[in-house]
């Protein structure tokens, strides 16, 4: 079947992800006259996130929150009349521990991945050695790196820093946000402020305390382990909640599950032909406009036949996976305090998991009375070979992991496993520089636009905003005007 736009001009937005949605939403939010319509693949919106219910436990397939600077997510939580269901970390057990030597250890307070704040809790913490110690005191006598090539975060790191620091402290705090190598990790298109903390105050020491007041006492209390948790915000029901609530805002007809896009190509005039594929292959489709809001990979295959350049370039973002092993445990069954709301994993520890995260600590409602909720994450770009273990072994290897971590006993009372191949994409040196030509060349074609996690951020704020940029972006070109990138 062939259709041709319409009058009241045409969207078609490819993936329903987080960042499709948004995508989809910004355009009906924009211009009610559009015809919009989300093709996605599979059977259910929202990509990798996804809640499960079960026995009263609340399961995350993915993330489990969002932060609210910037404040892309909760500004389309308010405008959907979502606000209402976000719920803060709890107050109680605010923090982050790190495994040294075998043991649980809290993350000194005040350090924000890479920025220490307060420096008593470093100079007292059993985490690093005296000689680490000293060697972040000489921190603020470290010169200036002059502008020049990207550097790596752990080049960044460990020149400011000192070895130590990056091993015991830096390394597992950002790999259990990125799981990358740091050795290839880009500072410039991951943690910027860091670079410009350097340039503006010639210390990370002296940068921190100015811009969090100079004074220890007039520290956040929530400034701890490496995030202030008190900016981070969760759906009570869980994200799946926000992906049903944005989708039940657009036009009934807009949503199209099951409709794998095969081809697309631009035609005469700007529009786009679209072609399905699956069960319903060889349907096509034109539309006044595009937005394709797909892993890199899958943005690469569909702009293979027409422009290969383009292409190319999006195939040199590389990604990563990561499994989740999800335990449900008798409070009993646990003898750690968990008093913090997870703890992570320094790579120089050798161990099998990346990070633990005390679900039910983090957040109400997500575990029974007088049970525990535990998420373990395995594999990263440094350990991707654990992501081939069947679903058994991953569970024993979490719940040996955890045993002299949070003196695990007994069996837990059920796992979920969940794997993300490919699902993480790695900003890697040069990966400012390489978005900037993707970027230039996709400009190139009238009425489309790239969006997703693979370009500007991988946080969920970064996916809607990557999501509503690319909606205004044709909604301003449909119209006529000037596009503001």
Known sequence: MNASPSEDRSVAVIGGGITGLAAAHR??????????????????????????????????????????????????????????????????????????????????????????????????????????????????????????????????????????????????????????????????????????????????VRGARRQNGSAESNEPANAAGGARYGMFVAPRDGLSSLVDTIAARLPSSTIRLNSPVRHIKPLDGGSWHVELGGAASGASQEFAALIVATPAPVASRLCQDFDAALAMELCRIQYAGTAIVTLAFRREQIAHALDG?????????????????????????????????????????????????????????????????????????????TRWSGAMPQYHLGHCELVGRIEKAAAGWSNFALAGNAYHGVGIPNCIHSGETAADRVVAELAGGAVVS
């Open 341 to 417: 709301f997870g703890f992570v994993v320094p790579a120089v520890e050798k161990r099998r998991i990346l990070a633990g995260s005390f679900a039910s600590v983090k957040f109400a409602g997500r575990a029974p009375d007088n049970a525990v909720l535990v998420r373990v994450f395995v594999g990263g770009a440094c350990q991707s070979e654990l992501l081939d273990l069947p679903d058994d072994q991953l569970q024993s290897l979490a719940v040996e992991e955890l045993r002299p971590l949070i003196g695990a006993s007994g069996e837990p009372l059920f796992c979920n496993v």
């Open 27 to 204: 355009l009906v939010e924009r211009d009610a006259g559009l015809r919009v319509t989300l093709f996605e693949g599979g059977e259910r919106l929202g990509g990798v996130l996804q809640t499960i219910h079960r026995d009263g436990f609340l399961i995350e397939q993915s993330a489990d929150n969002f932060i609210t600077d910037p404040a892309w997510g909760v500004e389309l939580c308010r405008r959907i009349g979502f606000d209402d269901q976000l719920i803060p970390t709890t107050t109680q057990q605010r923090g982050a521990l790190v495994v040294h030597r075998g043991r649980l250890e809290r993350v000194p307070a005040g350090f924000m991945l890479m920025a220490p704040a307060r420096l008593w809790p470093l100079l007292t913490t059993p985490v690093l050695s005296p000689w680490g110690k000293l060697r972040l005191l000489g921190e603020a006598f470290v010169p200036r790196r002059l502008e020049g090539d990207d550097e790596s975060l752990g080049s960044f790191a460990r020149r400011r820093l000192g070895r130590e620091v990056f091993e015991r402290i830096v390394q597992p705090l950002v790999g259990g946000i990125y799981t990358a190598d740091p050795e290839k990790l880009s500072l410039r298109a991951t943690l910027p402020r860091f670079l410009d903390m350097e340039q503006r105050f010639g210390s990370l």
